[in-house]
């Protein structure tokens, strides 16, 4: 059984990546007490850990802000992913299982015909792959705190399937043509098209910024 303080911690992280704490929201302990029906001190042992993931910032004697997403923000997200998925594909594509590889192909055909949400927890899953092939435990933990945010991303614009409908196809093609590159062994092509992937996966996510479902959601903290 999880302890309390592992508890507090599920409880909130799940809400801040579902966005019922909204981004650049503030919250404090007294709430959080009352969401999660626990004492300040697994609360607090959890937001300490939610800071250092970067999806709270404390400020003393003030609350708790949910991290807020802005143009940068994302900016700097997808630079990382960038830098991190391009590096993984050169220099270690040739350490992913075939058998998991050719498993994703067909994933993605399937899911993204059958327009269902899994398609998104199979993109995540193909992308962690990639990443847990590097055997670098600290690309893997940064890799999920990413992951934090691009969820949260998703949640925002409302896993809009039909809106989305065009990207999602075009999202498992490219994720079907790095797939197969590695496959191949054609690294520095699978790195050409992640790189494509990357940017068409950042507009997506600078769109879901300008949209007004954002723009309600997205509510500044008190001074």
Do not use: W
């Not at 981004?23 to 404090?28: E, F, K, L, V, Y």
């Not at 269902?116 to 435990?137: A, M």
């Amino acid at each position: 059984m999880k302890n309390l303080k592992q508890q507090a911690y599920d409880m909130i992280k799940g809400k801040i990546l579902r966005c019922e704490y909204a981004p650049d929201t503030r919250i404090n302990e007294e709430i959080l007490c009352q969401d999660t029906g626990m004492s300040r001190t697994p609360i607090r042992d959890a937001v300490s850990r939610l800071e250092q993931e970067g999806l709270v910032h404390i400020y003393p004697k003030k609350g708790i802000q949910i991290s807020k997403f802005t143009f940068h923000d994302v900016a700097v997200l997808y630079e990382a992913r960038t830098v991190l998925e391009l590096y993984a594909v050169r220099n270690h594509g040739h350490r992913v299982p075939k058998d998991q590889l050719r498993q994703m192909i067909d994933r993605f055909q399937k899911e993204a015909a059958d327009n269902t949400e899994r398609t998104y927890e199979t993109d995540d899953q193909f992308h962690t792959l990639l990443i847990e092939s590097t055997g670098n435990d600290f690309f893997v933990e940064m890799y999920g705190r990413m992951l934090n945010q691009i969820h949260r991303l998703r949640v925002l614009n409302g896993y809009n399937m039909t809106a989305n409908r065009e990207r999602i196809l075009q999202s498992a093609r490219e994720h079907i043509a790095i797939a197969t590159d590695i496959l191949e062994g054609r690294l520095e092509e699978a790195a050409r098209e992640m790189a494509n992937h990357l940017s068409a996966s950042q507009a997506a996510a600078f769109s879901v910024l300008m949209k007004d479902n954002y723009d309600n959601i997205h509510v500044k903290p008190d001074e």
